[in-house]
């Protein structure tokens, strides 16, 4: 307002960007919008001088261009009162943020109804895609959308066919899990596995069998126990596989690894110096501060794949496995009587 004393400093424009970085203002505009055919040197001094400008893309202008809104729409499918999948959330966060599109998030609760009231919800809002995503991989039935908007499955699959999807290559991870505690030299494994007949149970499972076979090392099946993923069962099962002899466990989770170590207390066993535990989920707050060895399931990954993949706007496989990698800790040495690298 004239006389005010207040100066109106315009909003940089991708000119005034390149002016400062020494190139055209298209050059700037290939840079920021991800574009390849840029020298990496030149590249560099444009985002700085973005960053220095404080220079944010005109996304309606950009949407115009496009024919996009730039808005990613986000289904959670839990229950309430189940932990939603923070790690999902937070990597497609990320890469929306990093690709400069927005993340609308709502709730379908688990139910089909649910999923119809979501999805008319982010339809209505005109976003250029949806990702559905849940904590606990499970099939999920959804709503017909006819308009053509893509969808893609983080972490469930459709009931019978449906949008693609990405998922944790459990048996991947059980395999790992596995051959972490063979190459410290135990033969004599129990698996404390989750609820039986569960899709990520059954490949975890299958990882362990595989890891086995390939070694020469002969399963016990009185050795392969199923539970409930809770740290009770993890309690139970493992005091009788100890008694059995095992000399490492390979758990269904963290929780019912934490139900092991105190089955382990309990008979007078230390870790790892007479038993060795894997625990899988590498459960926030949870493993590290127990130092347990573990499993981490790639849920950031998938977030950012998800979007990634989205935006990408390229014909997806039905099934994408993303890796689950071991976390070495403290709680997996070699058994007893078995050297440190002598297995």
Known sequence: MEGSGQIRRSRPTLQDVGRLAGVSGAAASYVLNGRPGVAPDTARRVREAAAELGYRPNSAARALRSDRNGIIGLVLGEVPRTPPPVGTMAGAHAEAQALGQSLLVTNAYGTRGGFRLAFDEL??????????????????????????????????????????????????????????????????????????????????????????????????????????????????????????????????????????????????????????IMGYDDEPELAAEAGLATVRLPYEDMGRWAVRSLLGGEPLPPRTLLSCDVVARGSVSAPPGIPPGRA
């Open 123 to 276: 339809l209505g809002r005109q976003v250029d895609a949806i990702v559905v995503a849940v904590s606990g991989t499970r099939r999920v039935a959804l709503p017909e959308v006819r308009d053509g908007t893509p969808i893609l499955l983080v972490n469930c699959f459709p009931v019978v066919s449906g949008p693609p999807c990405v998922l944790p290559d459990e048996q991947g991870g059980g395999h790992a899990a596995a051959r972490n505690l063979l190459d410290h030299g135990h033969r004599r494994i129990g698996v404390l596995a989750g609820v039986r007949g569960m899709w990520a149970t059954t490949e975890r499972v299958a990882g362990f069998r595989r890891a086995m076979r390939e070694a020469g090392v002969e399963v016990d099946e009185g050795m392969v126990r199923y539970g409930d993923y809770r740290l009770g069962s993890g309690r139970t099962l493992a005091r009788d596989l100890l008694a059995k002899g095992a000399t490492g466990l390979l758990c269904g989770n963290d929780r019912m690894a934490l139900g092991a170590r105190l089955a382990a207390a309990e008979a007078g066993l230390r870790v790892p110096h007479d038993v060795s």
